[in-house]
């Protein structure tokens, strides 16, 4: 069974510095890993999608990695804002089961200006 | 297009009473999906359409629950009787593709369910 964890569960930092937010998944086996944001209250925004044959996509500043041998992805954030204060969820698309999304319980960044 | 739609966007409700949550989802998307968010369990998937048609059920929790989807554009899930534990934050996504692959899913706002 697909687990996926995302540690820490939250994390503060001060405006413009890079982070790095960690995503982890148990079996290799994937159709791809998505990175999702969700603000307070709203559903959820896709920020980055990475096929399995990828190993990593961009996104202005968002730069997603993603390493299937050892079942982890990072989201790498660049000179971070205010604005990017929310929860990222990471999210694994099951090779076995077309259209399922397992998704990690998320992470917390609070950005202080 | 605005998106996928959701209602309502709160409902408060007695326990026992009948909950039904609507989604309009983004047209031409051919797949459906409901999830439930708690802190407890995160964003489980409930059950997903193709073409209106379910395909995989295996998460909704138990026989209370149910879904349809009578057509293309539009979708019901169905507590009846609703209990406290029922209490999350319902979202419906839709996707052009099987969701996997190069397309994601498009998320509604969700809606937010207090079962006392």
């Known amino acids: 069974k697909q687990e996926v964890t995302q540690i820490p569960a939250a994390l503060s930092v001060p405006e413009g510095e890079n982070l790095v937010l960690n995503c982890s998944f148990t079996?290799?086996?994937?159709?791809?890993l998505q990175w999702f944001r969700q603000d307070p209250g709203k559903g959820l925004t896709s920020l980055l999608l990475?096929?399995?044959?990828?190993r990593e996509q961009t996104s202005g500043r968002l730069n997603a990695s993603l390493d299937k041998s050892s079942g982890r992805s990072t989201l790498y954030i660049a000179a971070s804002q205010p604005g990017d204060s929310a929860t990222y969820l990471c999210a694994v698309g099951l090779y076995s089961s077309a259209s399922k999304i397992i998704f990690g319980s998320g992470t917390r960044l609070s950005i202080r200006p | 297009d605005a998106g996928v739609i959701q209602s309502p966007r709160h409902e408060v409700t007695e326990m026992g009473q009948e909950v039904t949550l609507r989604c309009k989802p983004i047209?031409?998307?051919?797949?459906l999906f409901w999830y439930r968010q708690t802190m407890m369990r995160g964003l489980e998937l409930l059950i997903y359409f193709n073409n209106n048609v379910p395909i995989d059920d295996s998460g909704m929790p138990e026989d209370r629950f149910s879904a349809k989807m009578p057509n293309a554009s539009f979708s019901t899930l169905k507590i009846q009787p609703s209990e406290p534990r029922d209490s999350a934050v319902y979202f419906c996504?839709?996707?052009?593709?099987?969701?996997?692959?190069?397309?994601?899913?498009?998320f509604g706002p969700g809606t937010r369910l207090t079962v006392l």
């Open positions: 990475i096929q399995s044959s990828q």
């Open positions: 047209s031409g998307h051919d797949y």
């Open positions: 079996d290799s086996a994937i159709y791809n």
């Open positions: 996504a839709s996707s052009p593709d099987r969701g996997i692959g190069t397309d994601t899913q498009y």
